[in-house]
């Protein structure tokens, strides 16, 4: 079971690019990569997820380096609505297998 | 857009009674899930479920719990002697089987009196 570790917090002020990287050392092969955010009293929402290199969507973009043991989310210019928690999952649901949250990082915007 | 939902949204009960917490995961979905966060804390999974079975199970989730199916629709979990300590959020997720994506509901909160 792939264990992930990411930073605690962060703090960012508005309309800065975030980065918040992921480690995850001992990744299976067929395991994916899933950011979820969380806000207070509301369940985990779904930001992307990758398997190797970079993936981009509208709201974030996550990088792979090739060794895949470890990936950074990136939230382009954040304002005060992202501030929230954010977690790394590793796991291949294709498979049924479980996910595991980590700590998680808490991230605040600051205007 | 389709999304799981759950019931009750809050529910207070007393110390030793049994709760039922319920899910409508999304219509297509094989893989079900149940997770719980106590207040300020991460989301702790407790168990999945798949093909009509529990696949993965933590040791939260200890013979005081169950789940079921009941009806190819509902998704429930089962407190059978409810504790101080079970005061907590319980969400319930599903996932399809090509997307690799978990959707959560938006909980039920419990709170053991």
């Known amino acids: 079971l792939a264990k992930t570790t990411q930073p605690i917090s962060m703090d960012s002020y508005e309309g800065q690019e975030v980065n918040i990287t992921c480690s995850h050392n001992n990744i299976a092969t067929n395991d994916y990569i899933t950011w979820y955010q969380q806000f207070p009293s509301q369940g985990p929402r779904f930001i992307i997820q990758g398997y190797k290199t970079k993936v981009t969507n509208e709201v974030a973009s996550l990088f792979i380096p090739a060794d895949r043991k470890s990936s950074t989310l990136s939230l382009p210019r954040v304002s005060l609505s992202d501030t929230a928690v954010y977690y790394c999952?590793?796991?291949?649901?294709?498979?049924?297998?479980?996910?595991?949250f980590g700590t998680g990082t808490s991230l605040t915007v600051i205007p | 857009e389709p999304e799981v939902t759950q019931t009750p949204s809050h529910q207070v009960t007393q110390m030793g009674q049994e709760v039922i917490l319920r899910c409508v995961p999304i219509s297509n979905h094989l893989y079900f899930y149940w997770y719980r966060q106590i207040l300020g804390q991460k989301v702790e999974f407790l168990v999945s479920f798949y093909n009509n079975e529990i696949s993965e199970k933590s040791e939260i989730f200890d013979d005081q719990f169950s789940v079921e199916r009941p009806d190819g629709s509902n998704f429930t979990l089962k407190i059978r002697s409810t504790k101080l300590e079970d005061s907590a959020m319980y969400f319930c997720a599903s996932g399809g089987a090509n997307t690799g994506e978990l959707f959560f509901g938006e909980g039920s909160r419990l709170t053991v009196l």
């Open positions: 999952l590793v796991g291949d649901l294709r498979s049924g297998n479980q996910f595991y």
